[in-house]
């Protein structure tokens, strides 16, 4: 039986999170060739100090329209500045 295991940063509402695991479900039917209801799957929320990105903890996961992450984007986008700046 397969398991999908995904660990994200809280703050997704669960219909999101729904998405995301039929979304997954359904590559891994598609991928392995696995009956649909033999995938398991497991979701583990983590605040973002418990997450890094670039070796730096994450920020917490602010929602923008359509899902986008604008505390991930924003800190991207730093990053990105100062990198320029070197």
Do not use: W
């Not at 590559?27 to 497991?42: C, F, L, N």
């Not at 329209?65 to 604008?70: N, R, S």
Request: proline letters at 8%; aromatic letters at 2%; hydrophobic letters at 40%.
């Amino acid at each position: 039986m397969p398991m999908i295991q995904a660990d994200i940063r809280r703050g997704r509402t669960p219909q999101q999170r729904d998405q995301l695991i039929r979304d997954l479900t359904r590559i891994v039917h598609e991928v392995t060739g696995a009956p649909m209801d033999t995938i398991a799957a497991v979701v583990r929320e983590l605040p973002g100090a418990a997450t890094y990105e670039a070796g730096t903890p994450s920020p917490e996961y602010v929602p923008g329209a359509g899902g986008i992450d604008l505390a991930a984007l924003a800190e991207l986008n730093a990053r990105r500045r100062q990198a320029g700046q070197r």
